[in-house]
C-alpha cells in the first residue's frame, strides 16, 4: 500500500517562541503612558512625559526592525510556502480591514459632532433654550472654534500646507505604482531610484505635518484644549500621522531589502504589502482633507 502524498500546501513552518510581541506591548505601554503624561504637562516644567513617548517610540522601533529581520531570514532560507505566503496575503487584508474601521470610527465621531451634537446644543428640535441655559454665547456652526471660557481659536484652512501634503502623499503614492511596475519588469536601476524619492516624499509629509502643528498651535491658538474642533483635528491628523510613520518604516525596509538584491515578480509580497498600506493612507488622508481641512 502506497503512502498517501504530501501536497505542497500541507508544509507550514511554525516558527519557534518570539520575545517580539513581549517588546511590542511594553513600546505601546511606554507610547501610552507617555502620550498621557505629555498632554497633561503641556504648559509646565515637567518632562517626564516626553521622556518615556521617546523611549516607547524608540523600543517600537528596535521590535520592528528586529521582528522583521527575522522574518525575513526565515523568507530567505525557503521556510515559507504557498500556503504561508497566502497566510501572509490574508492577514494583510485583515489588518488594513481593521485599520478601516479604525478610521471610521473616528470619522463617526466628527460627523455626529457636526450633524447631530451642535445642532442639537445651538437649539434644533425641541431644545431651543439648549445653548441659552448651557452657554449663551454659543453659535451652532462648524468649525466650533469658540469655547465656553471665552477665548477663540482659528481653524486651519486647506490651503498652504495642507494641499502641499496633500500633493507629496498623491505624488507617493504615483512613485510607488510605477516602482512596482519597475519590479515587474526586471528594471532594478529606476526600482531603486523611485522608491529612495517615495521614501523621502512620506519623510517630507511628517516634517511639513510637524511644522503645521506648530503653526496651528503657536499662530492659530488651536490646541487641545480647543473644545472639540481642536480634539478632533489633532485626533484625526495626528492617527493619520502615525501610520504614515509606519508607513515610512516599511517602505525604507523594503527598499534597503531591493539594495540587497531581494524581490522578483514572482516572489515580493513585502513589497506588495507595503504598498498596499501606503495607498490605504493616502485615500484616508484625502478623506482626511475633504471633511477636516475643506469642509
Given at each position: 500500500?502506497?503512502?498517501?502524498?504530501?501536497?505542497?500546501?500541507?508544509?507550514?513552518?511554525?516558527?519557534?517562541?518570539?520575545?517580539?510581541?513581549?517588546?511590542?506591548?511594553?513600546?505601546?505601554?511606554?507610547?501610552?503612558?507617555?502620550?498621557?503624561?505629555?498632554?497633561?504637562?503641556?504648559?509646565?516644567?515637567?518632562?517626564?512625559?516626553?521622556?518615556?513617548?521617546?523611549?516607547?517610540?524608540?523600543?517600537?522601533?528596535?521590535?520592528?526592525?528586529?521582528?522583521?529581520?527575522?522574518?525575513?531570514?526565515?523568507?530567505?532560507?525557503?521556510?515559507?510556502?504557498?500556503?504561508?505566503?497566502?497566510?501572509?496575503?490574508?492577514?494583510?487584508?485583515?489588518?488594513?480591514?481593521?485599520?478601516?474601521?479604525?478610521?471610521?470610527?473616528?470619522?463617526?465621531?466628527?460627523?455626529?459632532?457636526?450633524?447631530?451634537?451642535?445642532?442639537?446644543?445651538?437649539?434644533?428640535?425641541?431644545?431651543?433654550?439648549?445653548?441659552?441655559?448651557?452657554?449663551?454665547?454659543?453659535?451652532?456652526?462648524?468649525?466650533?472654534?469658540?469655547?465656553?471660557?471665552?477665548?477663540?481659536?482659528?481653524?486651519?484652512?486647506?490651503?498652504?500646507?495642507?494641499?502641499?501634503?496633500?500633493?507629496?502623499?498623491?505624488?507617493?503614492?504615483?512613485?510607488?505604482?510605477?516602482?512596482?511596475?519597475?519590479?515587474?519588469?526586471?528594471?532594478?536601476?529606476?526600482?531603486?531610484?523611485?522608491?529612495?524619492?517615495?521614501?523621502?516624499?512620506?519623510?517630507?509629509?511628517?516634517?511639513?505635518?510637524?511644522?503645521?502643528?506648530?503653526?496651528?498651535?503657536?499662530?492659530?491658538?488651536?490646541?487641545?484644549?480647543?473644545?472639540?474642533?481642536?480634539?478632533?483635528?489633532?485626533?484625526?491628523?495626528?492617527?493619520?500621522?502615525?501610520?504614515?510613520?509606519?508607513?515610512?518604516?516599511?517602505?525604507?525596509?523594503?527598499?534597503?531589502?531591493?539594495?540587497?538584491?531581494?524581490?522578483?515578480?514572482?516572489?515580493?509580497?513585502?513589497?506588495?504589502a507595503a504598498l498596499w498600506y501606503w495607498h490605504f493612507v493616502d485615500i484616508v488622508w484625502l478623506c482626511l482633507f475633504f471633511?477636516?481641512?475643506?469642509?
Open positions: 500500500m502506497k503512502s498517501p502524498t504530501v501536497k505542497h500546501y500541507e508544509k507550514y513552518y511554525v516558527p519557534d517562541q518570539s520575545h517580539w510581541p513581549i517588546v511590542g506591548a511594553v513600546a505601546l505601554f511606554f507610547i501610552a503612558l507617555g502620550a498621557s503624561l505629555t498632554v497633561m504637562q503641556i504648559g509646565k516644567q515637567e518632562t517626564s512625559g516626553t521622556y518615556l513617548l521617546i523611549a516607547g517610540f524608540a523600543v517600537l522601533f528596535y521590535m520592528l526592525f528586529g521582528w522583521i529581520k527575522n522574518v525575513i531570514h526565515e523568507s530567505m532560507s525557503g521556510l515559507y510556502s504557498k500556503q504561508m505566503d497566502f497566510s501572509f496575503r490574508q492577514s494583510m487584508w485583515w489588518f488594513i480591514f481593521s485599520e478601516v474601521m479604525f478610521f471610521m470610527a473616528f470619522f463617526g465621531v466628527l460627523f455626529y459632532a457636526r450633524m447631530f451634537s451642535v445642532p442639537w446644543l445651538g437649539g434644533a428640535g425641541n431644545n431651543a433654550m439648549t445653548n441659552e441655559l448651557l452657554w449663551p454665547d454659543f453659535q451652532a456652526i462648524w468649525p466650533l472654534i469658540k469655547t465656553p471660557s471665552g477665548e477663540t481659536t482659528q481653524a486651519m484652512g486647506w490651503f498652504g500646507l495642507p494641499l502641499l501634503n496633500t500633493f507629496i502623499l498623491l505624488t507617493s503614492s504615483i512613485t510607488l505604482h510605477f516602482a512596482h511596475h519597475a519590479l515587474l519588469t526586471g528594471k532594478r536601476t529606476q526600482l531603486k531610484a523611485l522608491m529612495i524619492v517615495t521614501v523621502l516624499l512620506g519623510i517630507s509629509f511628517l516634517y511639513f505635518q510637524a511644522a503645521e502643528y506648530n503653526h496651528a498651535y503657536h499662530a492659530l491658538g488651536l490646541t487641545l484644549a480647543s473644545g472639540i474642533y481642536g480634539n478632533l483635528f489633532y485626533l484625526l491628523t495626528g492617527f493619520h500621522g502615525m501610520h504614515v510613520t509606519l508607513g515610512a518604516i516599511l517602505l525604507l525596509i523594503v527598499t534597503l531589502r531591493i539594495f540587497k538584491g531581494h524581490f522578483n515578480k514572482d516572489n515580493h509580497f513585502a513589497f506588495q471633511f477636516v481641512y475643506v469642509i
